[in-house]
């Protein structure tokens, strides 16, 4: 399906860190261990603004939070 002109898609994902420390976490019991396999890639936050950007979206938003655990990229689909 395609995005509206002028949609907005919010892309959230964790960092490297934010991963590691989930990992981390299940084996001590602290998080789900089939939440920590959920991911079957961790992007960096470039690499998530140019997939954003390779599909035809402007980065309106793109930063890291929670303590740089994740990331957040919000893309929107310019009006013709």
């Known amino acids: 399906r395609s995005l509206r002109e002028g949609g907005v898609l919010v892309l959230t994902t964790p960092t490297?860190?934010?991963?590691?420390?989930?990992?981390?976490?299940?084996?001590?019991?602290?998080?789900?261990?089939?939440a920590a396999e959920?991911?079957?890639k961790i992007f960096n936050l470039e690499e998530l603004n140019?997939?954003?950007?390779?599909?035809?979206?402007?980065?309106?938003?793109?930063?890291?939070f929670f303590w740089g655990m994740n990331q957040l990229v919000v893309g929107r689909k310019s009006a013709k």
Request: aromatic letters at 0%.
């Open 16 to 34: 490297q860190l934010g991963d590691s420390l989930h990992h981390l976490g299940a084996k001590v019991g602290l998080t789900s261990h089939m």
């Open 38 to 40: 959920d991911h079957e």
């Open 50 to 64: 140019q997939l954003v950007r390779s599909n035809g979206l402007e980065i309106a938003a793109s930063h890291h």
